[in-house]
């Protein structure tokens, strides 16, 4: 088992540009989650889906999209990107929202 | 508001120290809790969890936690910290429900000198 895998592992954007992070899974897990890391801020939630087709809000959602088109993937796109989007993004999986989550190895996001 | 305070935000300490990491929450109802090690350069692992039954939870590589609910407490330990124990940890806390989401704690971030 690959675990949760995510693509690509860095990338760097100018302002006003798109992109798509993929994030795999697969463990058949039925929840999924994006979050942002930024220095003394922990992990804070974007997005996440409890199931294929769904989506919903986190903490901070703005200037991000989702979609959970198949059960094993989750992807985050941000439709244009901004300095202050610059963070390492780490996806997410679990069995359910409360037993533990499992997280993919992150994508380093630099937006100048 | 659901919160979990991690106060120190950054640990130094020498090999063979013991050690002890501070984690608060705010949360209401029965909770789960976690720690979760980011090694430098890689993802978050789960170190421990607490779901419910003894207090004191015992996890990967001699570390232990524990839960006291009068205090909204769930505090990080290992009596004698290794050179490679230097990484961030992360204290969190879910609902009991499946509908509830974790919320983690800013981090701490421990280095050890040899």
């Known amino acids: 088992n690959a675990g949760v895998t995510q693509t690509p592992k860095f990338r760097v954007l100018k302002t006003g540009q798109s992109m798509t992070l993929l994030c795999a899974q697969d463990m058949n897990h039925e929840y999924m989650y994006w979050y942002r890391q930024d220095p003394g801020m922990g992990l804070r939630l974007i997005h996440y889906s409890v199931g294929e087709g769904t989506t919903a809000k986190g903490e901070v959602p703005d200037g991000y999209n989702v979609s959970r088109l198949k059960k094993q993937n989750f992807l985050l796109g941000l439709e244009s990107a901004a300095p202050s989007q610059t963070s390492v993004y780490f996806c997410?999986?679990?069995?359910?929202?409360?037993?533990?989550?499992?997280f993919g190895p992150g994508t380093r996001l630099t937006v100048t | 508001a659901q919160s979990v305070s991690q106060h120190n935000h950054h640990v130094i300490l020498s090999e063979a120290a013991s050690l002890e990491l501070g984690c608060n929450y705010s949360?209401?109802?029965?909770?789960?809790l976690f720690w979760y090690v980011q090694y430098p350069g890689q993802h978050l692992q789960l170190l421990l969890k607490y779901f419910s039954g003894d207090p004191l939870v015992k996890g990967i590589k001699g570390f232990e936690a524990e839960f006291i609910k009068s205090k909204f407490s769930f505090n990080l330990r290992k009596p004698s910290v290794q050179w490679s124990d230097t990484a961030e940890y992360f204290c969190a806390v879910s609902g009991y429900s499946s509908a509830s989401k974790i919320i983690f704690g800013s981090g701490t971030r421990l280095s050890i000198r040899p």
């Open positions: 949360y209401g109802g029965t909770v789960n």
């Open positions: 997410a999986s679990s069995y359910s929202t409360g037993p533990e989550q499992y």
